[in-house]
């Protein structure tokens, strides 16, 4: 009986290092193609992002403050009247801090207080964005910077052409593949990407008289938003 059982567990370890092996040597036997495609998508932005900043000044805190805070709610009242009814505005940064000089014999004085305060605008109308910086400016901000046109159906977008990209390397591949008289069986890896290096558009220090010299609108282009879109992938064949 025992002779029997270890010849059964022989028999078993036998078919277990055979089956191994056998899949060793397939896997060995298995090649495989790689193939990359790219591609840059362009898409409307259908939103933009503005930040407007106020700064006063006064030897008086509490003047200083209320200079500021006149000027903020002019701006944000006369903004908020052109605004859509899906857009908004959202205060961004205030600080409030003294500044100092030095004099003739390198003695730092009290000079004043500087009171900064940012908001930033939110459309989805980007034709807007000429007549809201020029308001913004006439009605008493110091600067105006970090404009940036964004795509709210950017996933969407990247999707797609992820989708379209992943199909050509596929049949790009197949291609390869048939010439050889081969045929695709198996994926071996696809790593895909998509990113835009759309940055902010900087709009710097525009000051309100100059604007209301102005014959027109500042002319500012939304233009349109690059995807880098990548999709590297590896098929096996046989």
Sequence with gaps: MKKVLITA???????????????????????????NESTVKEIAPNQAEITIGIETSDVSMKTASEKNKAIANQIVSS????????????TNTYSARPTYIYTK?????????VVTNSVTVITNNTELVSKLTDTA?????????????????????C???????????????????????????GIKTINATC???NGPR????????????????TPIESGKLKINVNVDASFYVK
């Excluded at 903004?79 to 959202?90: A, S, T, V």
């Design 9 to 35: 567990l022989i028999l078993s370890a036998l078919t277990a290092v055979s089956l191994s092996t056998t899949a060793e040597t397939i896997e060995k036997d298995k090649g495989y193609i790689s193939v």
């Design 79 to 90: 903004l908020k009247k052109l605004l859509g009814p899906n857009d908004y505005i959202k």
């Design 105 to 113: 014999d390198n003695k730092q004085v009290f000079d004043k207080y």
């Design 137 to 157: 400016i006439a009605q008493g901000a110091t600067n105006v910077d970090n404009l940036k046109f964004l795509a709210t159906d950017y996933d969407c977008a």
């Design 159 to 185: 999707n797609e052409a992820l989708g379209e990209l992943t199909k050509k390397a596929y049949n790009q591949a197949s291609s390869v593949a048939k010439s050889i008289n081969s045929q695709i069986i």
């Design 195 to 197: 990113n835009t290096d």
């Design 202 to 217: 900087p709009y710097y220090a525009m000051m309100a008289k100059s604007s209301l010299n102005a014959d027109s609108a």
